[in-house]
């Protein structure tokens, strides 16, 4: 079965778990909180700054709530992709029809020069302005520090642990599948790559499979 994901994150909370989802953008998310959306007990979607919550934004806004009403041990889980598959997901996603014409489009680009402008420090074309998975994911600059932390390749392992904790067997459905694409980059450009976001390649290989 192939996984999909989407655009519309929410941070989502299972209360009587002790379990908070933290939404990474093109991991499955939209099929995850499908598939939650029957157990959430309280779930973030409208606002964008709740939308696109942050390990930090959540230890600082949402956990103290949290303490109040006596959930002081809700863990927080995550789902991760292979950095360089992340960075293909959004190429794939900005080829397609509606966005042509903009400068959100990566029509007429190669894939390897998308990473290169995703690259630069300063001044990125808009088709490349992303953030990180880490960067969602951090305590601090340098410490994810999420324990449970799952690969987007092995999904079976995530629904093997939701089910067990809800007491029920939890699938996911196929949103939102962007075309395959050939997607190679040069050797200059991938070591540049996984310097540059060298916490990101550290944190994936750390995933228990």
């Not at 989502?12 to 909180?33: D, Q, R, S, Y």
């Amino acid at each position: 079965m192939k996984y999909a994901y989407g655009q519309l994150r929410k941070m989502i909370i299972l209360w009587n778990e002790k379990l908070a989802f933290i939404a990474v953008p093109k991991t499955g998310t939209t099929a995850i909180e499908a598939a939650l959306a029957p157990y959430a007990s309280i779930s973030f979607g409208r606002q964008p700054s709740l939308k696109h919550m942050t390990h930090q934004r959540f230890n600082r806004f949402i956990r103290p709530y949290l303490n109040k009403e006596g959930q002081d041990d809700v863990e927080v889980f995550a789902v991760m992709r292979e950095p360089i598959s992340w960075l293909g997901s959004w190429y794939r996603y900005r080829q397609r029809d509606e966005l042509v014409d903009t400068v959100n489009s990566t029509r007429g680009i190669s894939f390897d020069q998308f990473v290169q402008a995703y690259l630069q420090p300063k001044n990125r074309p808009a088709y490349a302005q992303l953030g990180s998975q880490s960067r969602l994911l951090s305590i601090s600059r340098h410490e994810v520090g999420i324990r449970l932390l799952f690969r987007y390749e092995n999904m079976s392992r995530l629904l093997d642990f939701l089910s067990d904790r809800l007491g029920a067997r939890i699938n996911l459905g196929e949103y939102n599948v962007s075309p395959k694409m050939n997607l190679e980059l040069t050797a200059v450009t991938e070591k540049q790559l996984r310097r540059q976001y060298a916490l990101d390649f550290e944190t994936y290989a750390a995933i228990a499979d």
